[in-house]
């Protein structure tokens, strides 16, 4: 009996951890990008809603997951391009760009699911996973831990080739040189606006897929104002990590698994206070901010709109 | 990056640089209307009939727009100071709870206008000291404010059910909420009307906050702060001392904010309760660029679009959220027309 319960226990908690972590994964390594070339892109939060919308209505629609996804992308970077539109070839205000596209975003699809499906509330079936060889098959963690949906392994596999784009090439030079110095690109005969431009784009592109993710894997449905907070909260961890996708990858799963513990807590059938263990990632972000954050060191022109040619 | 202001773009009358905006986010709103099969004629007229020329329509409109005006406010104060308190909420919801907690105790206890001053003060000591660590990290360390408030808001919001649950519970009732602050102990309304008191603190406030941030030594310090901190430093200026200061006076304007609402209006605090105003006045503040009196304005067209909005929305068989696209549309569109308005004076 005691061993099964600790197996639910567990089993519930790693699951938990990588469906709460995983989205804020995708949307971190977006807004790291984005942050890194200058743009404060709190648009994040309406990104992933929009993302999460169009995954669901075109998984539902065709049957097709990858379409789903794919959907889910494109719809991410729809918002991600007004963004950029606004904020990048026109310099508008990013604080107020990026609020109003949030507020205007939970509103359409709030919109949308009002007209589509507000009488209906349909559901997704389960979406396919797959078992990785040989270490599905370790006992007791396996199973949970090791069968997945692609997205999963697709979101992990980003972490090192964003480290690799980061480090070891010249787009991530660039995407470095437009968020703390933006004339020496500009004068390096690269654009500023191209370059900020992309890494919107990237930031959409994964936010949406970071929305759909939790509609169509996490919830199997949609709903309104699903993502609950989760663009602000990838906005923090990118924050936090400092242009460093592992501490991305780190900080998703420190939240993750402080969101978990609830659920998996209950499961095991201890009662404490949910809105206190609810307190419990954001009390560590604080707590890591108070022990590690000391020197909290973003680009130079983040949030700056780049003029040429102006002082 | 700094969150001090650009005093461009006053080159239109200002009335105008507002009205134009408005009209055409207005007009695109019309044509989403048109397109779902509304008739926004019908639209835009219940929510003016609603939320402006019906007299108690008018009247909630005003009293909105109290807890609204404090917030912004509590922005002005901080963004002007380079700043960024985006964790206005929490301090705002902490100190609501606080301030609702022990409202109805004190009411019976001491004189009313004792109490109400005593609460107030405690709601703004609450917002303020919620701010104390964002504070300290800030001025200590450097730590990055917008993480640390944002963060600060959703412990703010997992604090205050957690008291609601249990110390500031009221037993007598079934639904988690704090003891009701009965209609006649809130504060009083201005004649015959449902419009409180606190309306006109509220007003009284932001422009005393505007007179300070513009016309006096210490605003002009806090401004120094806010476009240069290096400068600020080599001026002598205590920036730490400063910094504090700003997160102190936000955060407890903000703290107001929440007992304007819940001893003028609500007379108690639900668990669930999340009003969220502060993300909503962030760019209505913006907008204004840091100027009191022009925040009164853009306050005042949010009321009436929040007020007037929900009623229509209701009639047209729309989601309330129906409104949200009409606020983005007015802020990308001002924040357009603003642009286009500095261009055109080179």
Redesign the interface.
């Known amino acids: 009996m005691d061993a099964l319960f600790t197996n639910a226990f567990l089993v519930a908690f790693v699951s938990g951890t990588i469906a709460a972590s995983l989205p804020l994964l995708l949307a971190g390594l977006g807004e790291q990008m984005s942050e890194k070339a200058g743009v404060l892109n709190l648009g994040l939060e309406g990104m992933m809603l929009v993302g999460a919308f169009c995954g669901f209505a075109v998984a539902l629609e065709t049957g097709s997951f990858l379409l789903g996804f794919l959907a889910g992308a494109a719809g991410g970077m729809a918002v991600a391009a007004m963004m950029a539109a606004l904020c990048v070839a026109l310099p508008l205000n990013q604080i107020v760009v990026g609020i109003a596209l949030t507020l205007g975003m939970q509103g359409a699809t709030s919109l949308a699911h009002h007209v589509l499906y507000s009488r209906t509330f349909p559901r997704l079936p389960r979406q396919p996973e797959v078992a990785l060889p040989l270490l599905s098959q370790i006992p007791v963690l396996g199973p949970s831990l090791f069968t997945q949906n692609p997205v999963v392994y697709l979101a992990l596999l980003l972490v090192p080739a964003a480290a690799w784009l980061y480090r070891a090439t010249n787009i991530g030079l660039n995407l470095a040189a437009a968020g703390s110095k933006p004339a020496a690109l500009d004068l390096a005969g690269v654009s500023v606006t191209a370059t900020r431009a992309f890494a919107v784009l990237a930031t959409g592109a994964l936010g949406g897929l970071g929305g759909a993710y939790m509609a169509n894997i996490g919830a199997g449905l949609f709903v309104p104002f699903m993502t609950g907070g989760a663009g602000f909260m990838a906005i923090v961890i990118a924050m936090l990590a400092r242009g460093r996708p592992a501490w991305v990858l780190g900080g998703a799963l420190l939240v993750g698994f402080a969101t978990s513990i609830t659920t998996a807590l209950q499961v095991a059938g201890f009662n404490i206070p949910t809105d206190l263990v609810l307190m419990l990632p954001f009390g560590t972000i604080m707590l890591v901010l108070t022990l590690f954050g000391r020197r909290a060191g973003l680009p130079a022109a983040l949030g700056l709109p780049y003029h040429r040619g102006a002082r | ?1 700094s969150a001090a202001a650009t005093p461009a773009a006053a080159a239109l009358p200002a009335w105008l640089r507002a009205l134009v905006p408005l009209v055409l986010a207005l007009g695109i709103g019309a044509l989403i209307l048109a397109a ?1 099969g509304r008739d926004p004629v019908q639209f835009f007229a219940n929510v003016l009939n609603r939320a402006v020329f019906n007299r108690s329509g008018l009247q909630e409109t005003l009293v909105l727009m109290a807890p609204l005006l404090l917030i912004a406010a509590s922005l002005i104060v901080c963004f002007r100071a380079g700043l960024w308190n985006l964790g206005i909420d929490g301090q705002f919801l902490l100190a609501a709870t606080f301030a609702s907690a022990f409202a109805a105790a004190w009411v019976a206890a001491l004189p009313y206008w004792v109490a109400m001053a005593l609460l107030f003060l405690l709601a703004a000591a609450v917002g303020a000291g919620w701010a104390m ?1 964002p504070a300290f ?1 800030k001025a200590r ?4 404010e ?3 408030t ?3 808001n ?2 703010g919001f ?2 205050s ?2 008291l609601i ?2 110390l500031f519970g009221d037993p007598e009732h079934p639904a988690p909420q704090t003891t009701m602050l009965e209609v006649a102990e809130r504060l009083p309304r201005i004649g015959e009307t449902l419009v409180h008191v606190g309306v006109v603190f509220a007003l009284l406030v932001i422009l005393a906050v505007h007179v300070v941030m513009t016309r006096t030594g210490f605003g002009l310090r806090l401004r120094i702060v806010g476009h240069n901190p290096r400068a600020a430093e080599h001026a002598g200026l205590n920036v730490r001392r400063l910094t504090f200061a700003v997160f102190a006076i936000s955060a407890a304007l903000a703290g107001l904010a929440g007992a304007v609402e819940v001893l003028g209006v609500r007379g108690v605090v639900r ?1 669930d309760w999340h009003p969220g105003y502060g ?2 006045v ?2 209505l503040v ?2 204004a660029r840091f100027h009191g009196v022009a925040a009164i304005a853009f306050v005042f067209v949010f009321a009436v679009l929040s007020i007037g909005g929900e009623s229509a929305a209701r009639r047209a068989d ?2 309330n ?9 007015i ?2 569109i001002l ?2 027309t603003d ?1 286009v308005a500095s261009r055109a004076r080179g």
């Not at chain 2, 360390?141 to 990055?144: E, F």
């Not at chain 2, 959220?321 to 549309?329: K, S, V, W």
């Open positions: 990056m779902l660590l990290l360390y450097g730590v990055n917008i993480v640390s944002l963060m600060m959703f412990l997992g604090l059910a957690f649950k249990t668990a993300l909503l962030v760019p913006f907008l729309l989601p959220d129906f409104l949200l696209i009409m606020m983005a549309l802020l990308v924040a357009v642009h």
